[in-house]
């Protein structure tokens, strides 16, 4: 069993300073990144329900290329400039796209909207 750590009695706590501001421009940084992601997912989801009559492969490559191309750019910051600080942040964001990509190519091939 693991031992468990006592703080002395006498031993203070630090808590760190809060920067409100720093704070502000890191969730809009976040907020950014999500808005570029979700967006794109939507278009895919659209070019792959218009492509799907076609055929469905073409719609699923649509849908995995554009997500293919924001990880490279956000990555190297080429095209997007978007300022992705981790990895956590493109794993959370692509997630975010494969969602809203397969919501609406599953609502453009169905009925009505497929005809």
């Not at 989801?45 to 191309?69: K, N």
């Not at 990880?71 to 600080?85: C, M, Q, T």
Request: proline share 5%; no cysteine; charged share 20%.
């Amino acid at each position: 069993m693991a031992k468990r750590w006592k703080r002395e009695e006498d031993e203070e706590i630090e808590i760190p300073p809060f920067d409100k501001r720093e704070h502000i421009q890191e969730e809009m940084r976040k907020v950014r990144i999500h808005s570029v992601y979700s967006g794109a997912g939507l278009l895919a989801g659209l070019l792959s329900g218009l492509s799907h009559s076609v055929s469905p492969l073409l719609g699923l490559l649509f849908g995995m290329g554009i997500l293919a191309f924001l990880i490279i750019s956000s990555r190297g910051e080429v095209l997007l400039n978007l300022p992705v600080k981790s990895d956590k942040d493109i794993i959370g964001s692509s997630i975010l796209f494969f969602l809203g990509w397969l919501g609406m190519w599953t609502v453009l091939i169905n009925p009505p909207f497929a005809g």
